[in-house]
């Protein structure tokens, strides 16, 4: 993975059977009806963005649906705080009101939190109709939108309720990274280096080098982190659809951070940005473990930290803040915590046998230092 | 199907692959451990009823879990018109304030409503968890247990938002049926003529002769016609559990009686009530298409009216009342109206040409007799 000119397949897949869909990416994707025709239902189509999103691709995507369709669109507010209930209940509404059916296609138009609310939203109307993600932010292209995790938070908890549902197909057009801010970029970078880290050690070496490239917005560069992003991810969805196993390792930094995104309030933190603190808190316990060496755990911080995250937990949080909401984490079975932790660079693994001292011994070390 | 003394075996099963499940039918199961140990995912488990049933079976079906486990209950308030998210947002709450994980399993205990809304909280709790069925009215012993399609009402039509997500077990105690109030039996009476109207025209003609019996609460008589009623289902469901073909058909009679339930406002009228008014919709309209006789369609009235069934819409409803609602029938494709309709006694088909001047014409006759 050091020679960036080389390239991979611009149409991946995610293998699941009748249920297989393809992830295009590439520039000047949005409005071109090719990439969107084969993948609707019917004629109705409700394209779901928000207010950050619509001015700048909403119309460049509805060039992109051919004449004769029943296009409705639905704007909602913006940000991870709106990712509940109540938002999705709009959607519905919406989709009631136009008297859309069962064939009708959702388009998910943003990041990720409106492709995971679109997603769900398409999952439970007339009890599953299709839907296409198409994906606007790094963050979104690179995990989200992939693989069929749909949802909302509950104040207890993050992406508690939600289904497995898959899209038609997602479409990732690499020009809307231009109006990313640099903060949702340092996030979407966040998943990027999971990847590398729980697969591939040969990819993290290319991300350590190319980071200001990419935080550069270098076109090449991003687009190859968001294909390698997206294979790794089409290829461990392919082998385990509903996270009974080998899925869980995409959560790698997720328990630690989702317990910071809860604590802090849904949107403070960017998610990217909890997960970028939550997988130095996961190497730093591995280390702890003895499973990675000084040098690995200092890298891994340089790293993150060259990507713009933060890489450690807010100040106010204690051992038991973390605990409390890591309970409640959806790997959890039964007693036993489950945590994603690393046995070298590449190579994670499931782990459920940290003593629970030494864990918040560990965690209450890590918060004050 | 004369001889109601013949047995059918006392565990069906639906056929879905690795989603298969059995369907336990008999007197005394409630309090039975074997029938429920064997379906729990781990050992948190929720049971989930309503203030009606709570006092009669509660205590009794908790009699049948294991010392050991982690059982909590839920008590929601009763009928159609609590068939909310709202309602099942109390649901989650509840399994997230006691801290349950993707290994739970809710228990559905009650009729219809609290099926189809535990069944749907359970779909989307975490993504899926376990959940089984214990139904205690006729209609959903015969009908909403089994075959997972679960979900809740939205003022703009019934079972709009839901999922298909079949339960690990059925278990149908029929004792259960002794403290069924008359107008509940009847309603449940409905579905089980439409097994017979859709599919099995010796089996209408067993319940023509049994219906006295059955309103008597005749342990066998009831006990058979369940069983009847349960095996055509899991013959559709495993033929078609998404509702692609041939499950549209265990719709009939409900495209108009939808219509009448909203149009009441849910609760108003029972489920049952409005499907047998619905199917003699449905009798009539096949007959004005050529496909019965007089004779049939007397018949069909006096096997609904037996029941104690309603054979007439509410006189207030005209016929733009019925087609606004029915135009948001989940079965519907694009612009055409898909109706269940009957080719012979015993044999429905679904219909999607229908003359809408000669439908409105119908309706508005039916709806003024």
Not at 17 to 38: K, M, N, Q, V
Not at 323 to 346: F, H, P, T, V, Y
Request: charged fraction near 20%; include cysteine; hydrophobic fraction near 45%.
């Amino acid at each position: 993975m050091s020679d960036d000119s080389a390239t991979l397949p611009r149409a991946l897949e995610v293998s699941l059977g009748e249920r297989s869909y393809p992830i295009h990416i590439g520039p000047g994707l949005l409005g071109d009806p090719a990439r969107l025709t084969p993948f609707l239902a019917g004629r109705q189509v409700m394209v779901v963005t928000n207010t950050a999103v619509a001015p700048l691709y909403l119309e460049r995507l509805k060039a992109g649906l051919d004449d004769g369709l029943e296009v409705r669109e639905l704007v909602l507010p913006d940000g991870e705080a709106t990712k509940t209930f109540a938002t999705v209940e709009r959607i519905w509404d919406a989709l009631l009101e136009a008297g859309f059916n069962r064939r009708c296609t959702l388009i998910a138009l943003g990041g990720g939190v409106i492709g995971d609310m679109v997603g769900f939203a398409a999952a439970c109307y007339q009890r599953g109709v299709a839907f296409i993600q198409v994906p606007t932010t790094l963050l979104a292209q690179v995990d989200s939108s992939v693989g069929g995790k749909t949802g909302v938070n509950h104040p207890l908890g993050k992406n508690m309720i939600g289904a497995f549902w898959q899209p038609r197909a997602v479409l990732i057009d690499t020009d809307t990274l231009s109006t990313l801010p640099p903060r949702e970029l340092s996030a979407g970078l966040a998943e990027v280096i999971k990847y590398g880290l729980i697969r591939d050690a040969g990819f993290l070496a290319w991300l350590e080098e190319t980071m200001p490239r990419l935080r550069d917005l270098d076109a090449a560069a991003l687009t190859r982190a968001i294909e390698r992003s997206c294979a790794i991810k089409a290829e461990i969805v392919a082998e385990d659809e509903t996270e009974q196993g080998v899925r869980a390792l995409l959560n790698l930094g997720h328990t630690f951070g989702h317990a910071i995104e809860a604590h802090q309030g849904y949107g403070v933190w960017l998610h990217g940005e909890a997960v970028g603190a939550g997988m130095q808190m996961a190497v730093e316990l591995s280390a702890r473990l003895g499973w990675l060496d000084a040098d690995e755990v200092a890298r891994c911080r340089r790293i993150i930290a060259s990507a713009g995250l933060p890489l450690a937990a807010p100040a106010a949080m204690g051992a038991d803040d973390f605990l409390a909401r890591m309970r409640l984490d959806k790997k959890n079975l039964d007693s036993r915590m489950r945590l994603i932790l690393l046995r070298s660079l590449g190579d994670a693994c499931v782990h459920d046998e940290t003593p629970p001292a030494l864990l918040s011994e560990f965690i209450g070390a890590f918060a004050r230092r």
